[in-house]
């Protein structure tokens, strides 16, 4: 019998049969270069997918085949051997099934436990604190608020306004400026669980080796009253994943692409501590709705990147108005080695890319043209497969991971 024919029989694979000639469970004839199956295979076989319903393995089917070939399980001590396996295979099974169902329990307590209920949410909005905060990009002077609607501290609904025409509107507690995009630069964003797929465990591993980073950093910060402003929060952002450790009379700006994601974020916020000071904004140029000078801490988590990804211009260098003599940039940075493929394959993807995006001196001297200089780094790693996310990536090429922070010159 042909390979083919057998594996039908026995409703498996060719490579299943071929597999299990290799380890030597089946012992057929070879008529030159092909196997014909004998009868010996169809008894091996049939006691192999026997066992396979046992729920014996691989290895242990081998040593109990091993054990019928020599013995032919020709007597009562050959027989009483292969119980006493079915027996201690059963009890096995036994202790299993209990493990699994206490295991099955303790998910179904985790999950009443875990999922949020509808009471523990609370709705927030622009926090009345911010107010004195909103001024118009344009014209540097603070935005009259028309038609608000206000919940206990919160501002909901509104639109804010300026002599000059610059208007945004308020909806949901989020401040949705005329600077976008038509259409989000990214077809899914960062909380998506589509989007995770597409990036690979040791990328993961390496942001996370930034999370920690930051979140070091941020807490032997003072962050008293401080404004913290975290931008292009659809590639990655980082504050909310620890963000209810740090200073809670800090005052919180998060500015995005994608409204979904601002919802998202705010969502998760308002779940770990609703009574934080934050702010949402959907912006896509950085000219944000914000008083000069006003931003103490920068937490640049990989908006470089991603700002001049899409971009021709260095983030910081528009930015540069909302900074102060005191302002510090808390940073990662994602390079290449400056002869590495994967920086020529950026603008034939990413046109409008700034033409020296991720190279490796591309951040400092950038930094240093805006008027400020890194105080610390650390290198903190390197992946070569980040995964399909990263598609002008190629492959086995070292993507390094920078931290640092910046302070004004």
Same mark, same amino acid.
């Given at each position: ?96 099934? *209990?493990?699994?169902?206490? %295991?099955? +329990? #303790?998910?179904? &307590?985790? $999950?009443?436990?875990?999922?949020? !209920? ?111 402003? *975290?931008?292009?929060?659809? %590639?990655? +952002? #980082?504050?909310? &994943?620890? $963000?209810?450790?740090?200073?809670? !009379? ?119 043209? #805006? ?39």
């Amino acid at each position: 019998m042909k390979i083919g024919a057998f594996a039908k029989l026995f409703h498996v694979t060719t490579d299943t049969v071929r597999y299990y000639i290799e380890i030597g469970l089946l012992i057929p004839d070879k008529k030159n270069v092909h196997y014909a199956m004998n009868q010996s295979c169809l008894d091996d076989m049939a006691f192999i997918t026997e066992l396979k319903k046992f729920h014996f393995s691989l290895q242990e089917i081998h040593q109990i085949l091993s054990y019928r070939r020599v013995t032919n399980f020709s007597d009562h001590e050959d027989i009483d051997y292969y119980n006493n396996l079915l027996v201690v295979k059963k009890n096995q099974l036994i202790k299993e099934k *209990e493990d699994i169902s206490k %295991a099955i +329990v #303790s998910i179904e &307590k985790a $999950i009443q436990t875990t999922s949020p !209920s509808s009471k523990e949410e609370k709705f927030t909005g622009i926090p009345l604190s911010f107010v004195h905060l909103l001024y118009c990009p344009k014209c540097r002077v603070p935005l009259e608020m028309n038609d608000v609607q206000i919940k206990e501290v919160y501002i909901q609904t509104g639109s804010l306004v300026c002599t000059c025409g610059y208007e945004a509107t308020i909806e949901e507690g989020i401040i949705i400026t005329a600077n976008l995009y038509e259409t989000s630069p990214y077809p899914s964003y960062f909380y998506d669980k589509e989007t995770i797929k597409e990036i690979t465990p040791g990328m993961i591993n390496l942001f996370e080796k930034g999370n920690l980073w930051f979140q070091k950093t941020l807490k032997h910060a003072d962050l008293t009253r401080k404004i913290i402003v *975290e931008t292009n929060v659809d %590639a990655f +952002v #980082s504050l909310p &994943k620890y $963000i209810d450790d740090l200073d809670s !009379s800090a005052y919180y700006v998060f500015s995005g692409y994608s409204l979904a994601m601002l919802k998202k974020l705010k969502k998760r916020i308002e779940r770990m501590n609703p009574k934080l000071n934050v702010l949402y904004l959907l912006n896509s140029d950085l000219n944000l709705p914000l008083k000069p000078h006003c931003i103490d801490i920068f937490v640049d988590s990989y908006s470089t990147n991603d700002f001049s990804l899409l971009n021709p211009h260095f983030p910081f260098q528009i930015l540069k108005s909302y900074f102060h003599q005191d302002s510090t940039i808390i940073g990662g940075y994602s390079y290449y080695d400056s002869s590495a493929k994967s920086l020529k394959n950026v603008p034939a993807l990413y046109p409008n890319a700034h033409k020296h995006i991720m190279n490796p001196n591309y951040l400092e001297e950038n930094l240093a043209a #805006s008027g400020f200089q890194i105080t610390q780094r650390e290198t903190i790693g390197h992946c070569t497969d980040p995964g399909i996310f990263f598609d002008y990536h190629v492959h086995n090429e070292k993507f390094h991971n920078l931290m640092y922070t910046a302070s004004m010159k």
